[in-house]
């Protein structure tokens, strides 16, 4: 077998290895010209006149261009020149963000996927990816630079630039872009991201604005503020972290109270009709979950992201400012915001209160927590074991003794004040008075209810 294999070998002519050769420098000759230069970054394309080399770019899909841009640098310039021309920006760049006469949910869905990051199950199309491609050389402020000044061409993708922002797409568009560039990228890059988008946009100043001045003084700024920050910075992201982190940029810089207020304009309720925030919803009537959910999500956002600049304190000091915001809220409300936020954030808010000797407010808040749980079906067992978890904070008996008997005492004032306001006549057309008052009845009687099972399945025990 060796020598099978040693004849093989040794019976390829010399010659015609030697003619291949010739043929190989006889092609590289012809490619390279009579120069013998080495080949071109540029390759075959060199040969084109630059106007042909954009006409070719015009039959190639968003894909096959922001394939082609990885083939060099000197290739991926020439597709950046492309991008800037006006052919090509109107080629690329979308322009109606308000044409409602198609299909809305074709339409929208059209544009949204234009602008979507190349991940498995999206389209690998992107324009986002295309710019991330063409751009990946440059240092990033450049790569924004550039990007800025292509984008600027699209009105709708501006702070004010629109001029119905409820009905536009532009900016959420804007945003599928932004995630489709940062994915990847790390903290420091993406500081510098948001610190370009504040300088471009004003954002600080504008922040700084509405924090100052009366709530609704400014509600067309507030609409802007709040349409920028979540369709552009925080609804797109996959995972939790990147939104906590974007989240983060936003509220860090400011003092706990102004935080408050700009987590309110983000996330509060919002008129139907006009999308602005209302600022009155939580301090004059109880309200549903939908007006609650967003301001729920962002706080466990902070609270379960596990990030360094938020600890368990801020958070709850976070709330207990929220419920403030612009006035007291209810105690409904308040309660509806804890059970939205979930147990861990729930606990440890009213543990807080326990700890720092409010134990009267502490036991309000139970409380309305029963009347939220009989008013939207949960289990009210969850209240009485949520109060057995905070009755363990008090560390004697008597202290314990005492704040069960100051929550019993808290059912009979919140009754006698509804009854009170029912008898006064202070009650609306929709008997509204009297039907919070029929909720905390059977509230009242649930919840003492559960109490005598989990008492008696411990005396059995």
């Not at 010659?15 to 000759?29: D, L």
């Not at 020149?81 to 044409?99: C, E, P, V, W």
């Not at 969850?382 to 008997?405: D, G, H, I, Y």
């Not at 009650?427 to 008492?455: C, G, I, S």
Request: aromatic share 10%; hydrophobic share 40%; proline share 3%.
């Amino acid at each position: 077998m060796a020598s099978r294999i040693k004849t093989s070998f040794t019976l390829i002519p010399n010659q015609k290895y030697r003619r291949s050769n010739r043929r190989s420098n006889s092609y590289s000759s012809d490619t390279h010209g009579s120069d013998s230069q080495p080949l071109s970054t540029f390759g075959n394309f060199k040969a084109l006149p630059l106007e042909i080399f954009q006409i070719i770019l015009k039959y190639l899909s968003v894909k096959d261009i922001s394939m082609l841009s990885m083939v060099s640098k000197t290739i991926s310039q020439h597709i950046m020149n492309y991008i800037a021309t006006s052919s090509g920006s109107k080629r690329l760049l979308l322009q109606d963000f308000h044409n409602l006469e198609l299909p809305s949910k074709r339409q929208d869905s059209a544009i949204l996927e234009h602008y979507r990051s190349l991940d498995t199950w999206l389209m690998t199309y992107s324009l986002g990816l295309l710019f991330k491609r063409c751009t990946l050389l440059l240092p990033t402020r450049e790569r924004l630079k550039y990007i800025h000044k292509i984008l600027a061409e699209v009105s709708c993708f501006k702070f004010s630039g629109c001029a119905a922002p409820i009905q536009c797409l532009g900016l959420p568009c804007y945003g599928l872009f932004l995630q489709t560039l940062t994915a990847g990228w790390d903290e420091l890059e993406c500081h510098r991201v948001y610190n370009f988008l504040c300088e471009l946009t004003n954002l600080s100043r504008k922040m700084q604005a509405v924090v100052c001045s009366k709530p609704g003084s400014a509600r067309k700024l507030e609409l802007r503020i709040r349409l920028f920050c979540r369709n552009v910075l925080l609804d797109h992201w996959i995972h939790e972290s990147d939104s906590a982190f974007w989240l983060t940029r936003i509220l860090k810089p400011w003092p706990m109270v102004n935080q408050a207020r700009l987590l309110y304009i983000i996330f509060g309720p919002t008129s139907p009709q006009d999308g602005q925030v209302v600022w009155q919803k939580m301090i004059e009537e109880s309200t549903d979950e939908s007006s609650l959910k967003g301001l729920a999500g962002a706080i466990r956002l902070l609270y379960d992201t596990g990030t360094k600049e938020w600890t368990a304190d801020d958070v709850i000091s976070l709330v207990d400012e929220l419920s403030v915001v612009p006035r007291e809220w209810l105690l409904e409300n308040n309660a509806r915001l804890l059970i939205l936020s979930g147990n861990n954030i729930c606990f440890t808010f009213m543990a807080s209160k326990a700890v720092n000797g409010r134990a009267i407010e502490l036991a309000k808040l139970i409380v309305f927590l029963a009347l939220v749980c009989e008013k939207e079906l949960y289990c009210m067992d969850w209240a009485v074991k949520m109060t057995q978890k905070v009755c363990k904070v008090f560390s004697t008996p008597v202290e314990r003794s005492n704040f069960l008997q100051k929550v019993a005492n808290a059912f009979a004032c919140v009754t006698m004040e509804m009854l009170q306001s029912i008898m006064s006549g202070d009650h609306d057309e929709d008997d509204r008075n009297f039907l919070n008052l029929f909720h905390l009845v059977h509230a009242q009687a649930n919840f003492h209810k559960e109490v005598l099972y989990l008492t008696m399945n411990t005396l059995s025990a």
